[in-house]
């Protein structure tokens, strides 16, 4: 019998429930069970995504059509969450994200030009 050792052929991050937890863990302190979050891909055309989420002024500098991961979930309070990312589709790397609270912009990141990520809290 002999075992296979496979290397990883790929760098790209893994957008996921998993992912989600740490990131609402990290960004607001709540925790989270992967089993409350749901979370779906879409592909969008810039056009298609809503100017008052994110500024068309950045959305121009994105690729054409967008891949889009959103997350949704509730928590106790009856709160509901919705984080909003685009991903680059050949690297993986993470353009931005929008975190919304009972349908509100709360925390971003699309005004940041670093590499890094660094969110900004609105109010």
């Known amino acids: 019998m ?3 050792k496979k290397k990883a052929t790929s760098n790209q991050m893994f957008y996921d429930a998993s992912w989600f937890k740490e990131r609402m863990l990290k960004a607001f302190g ?9 979370y779906e891909s879409v592909l969008f055309e810039r ?5 008052a989420i994110n500024a068309k002024e ?13 997350f949704m ?5 009856a709160n509901e969450w ?17 975190w919304m609270k009972n349908g509100k912009v709360v925390l971003t990141n699309q005004d940041d030009k670093k590499e890094s990520l660094s969110l900004h809290h609105r109010g």
Do not use: C, R, W
């Open 2 to 4: 002999s075992h296979s």
């Open 30 to 38: 709540k925790i989270v069970s992967t089993n409350d979050v749901s």
């Open 73 to 77: 979930f509730a928590d106790g309070n």
């Open 47 to 51: 056009d298609e995504i809503d100017e």
């Open 82 to 98: 919705l984080l909003m990312i685009v991903i680059d589709g050949l690297d993986g790397k993470l353009l931005f994200e929008t």
């Open 58 to 70: 950045y959305l121009n500098q994105l690729p054409n059509p967008l891949l889009t991961q959103t």
